[in-house]
């Protein structure tokens, strides 16, 4: 009997006392739901700041000035961008505290999207960023590509 066919069993619950399901696997999948809510915090002041140049939403340049000065002259096309990526990630957020299906195959997604443009930095010359860009994508994608994780998710 795996994960879903005992929470079904249970009517929705599982004992306290379920050996079969890590709780580093929990903690796992826990831990990219509040990652995923950062993202989204994140991304929602940046698309918020480069819409209102001068609002309390530039206080997020203080974690990188240099990049208020590369992004406002791209605002217009920027900013929507930024918030359409936040609604991605929130909605990540929500699949993985849910444990939904959907919400695993969108954070598999992001993280391969991710290793990707990490993958690219690298032949730009951005060796460090990059590769340490593609060893968390990998080791993340290898923790959530695991059978016991998958199974978590409805």
């Keep these: 009997m795996d994960y879903h066919d005992r929470l079904k069993a249970n009517d929705g619950t599982l004992a306290a006392s379920d050996s079969s399901m890590s709780s580093t696997d929990s903690l796992g999948v826990l831990l990219i739901a509040i990652f995923f809510a950062g993202a989204t915090a994140i991304l929602l002041c940046v698309g918020t700041a480069l819409l209102a140049p ?7 340049w203080g974690l990188y000035p240099a990049r208020r ?3 406002m002259p791209y605002h217009a096309w ?3 961008g930024f918030l359409i990526l936040a609604i991605v ?3 990540a957020s929500v699949g993985c ?4 299906k959907w919400g695993w195959w969108l954070a598999v997604a992001i993280f ?7 993958a690219a930095q690298l032949l730009f010359g951005r060796i ?16 959530l590509l695991r059978p016991a994780v998958r199974a978590l998710f409805a």
Excluded: H, K, T, W
């Excluded at 391969?112 to 990490?118: A, I, Q, W, Y």
């Design 69 to 71: 000065s590369l992004m």
């Design 78 to 80: 920027l900013a929507p």
């Design 97 to 100: 505290f849910r444990r939904r």
């Design 128 to 143: 460090l960023e990059g590769g340490i860009g593609v060893a968390v994508a990998v080791a993340i994608l290898y923790y």
């Design 112 to 118: 391969v999207v991710n290793g990707l443009s990490d």
């Design 89 to 91: 990630m929130a909605s």
């Design 54 to 60: 001068g609002s309390v939403f530039e206080a997020v």
